[in-house]
């Protein structure tokens, strides 16, 4: 099992950056780093005007920090 959730991990761990990597630079400058944006940015879900690259990753890094906990749980 440790060892099947190990496997899984890195596997998970190699796709996460992969998909990062793939994404475009966005040039927000401070204000996007930090989310800052104006009230007309605000319409609409926020999930619906996500990649879905972004999607990838959110689901991917889920994933990746369960499969941490996981293992952090069944070696402890």
Do not use: N
């Amino acid at each position: 099992m440790k060892m099947v959730l190990g496997i899984a991990h890195i596997i998970l761990c190699v796709a996460l950056i992969s998909v990062v990597m793939l994404q475009h630079r966005k040039q927000g400058g401070f204000s996007g780093i930090f989310g800052g944006g104006t009230q007309s940015d605000m319409s609409g879900s926020q999930w619906q005007r996500f990649t879905g690259l972004t999607k990838t990753t959110v689901v991917l890094s889920a994933l990746f920090m369960v499969t941490s906990i996981v293992l952090v749980i069944i070696s402890g």
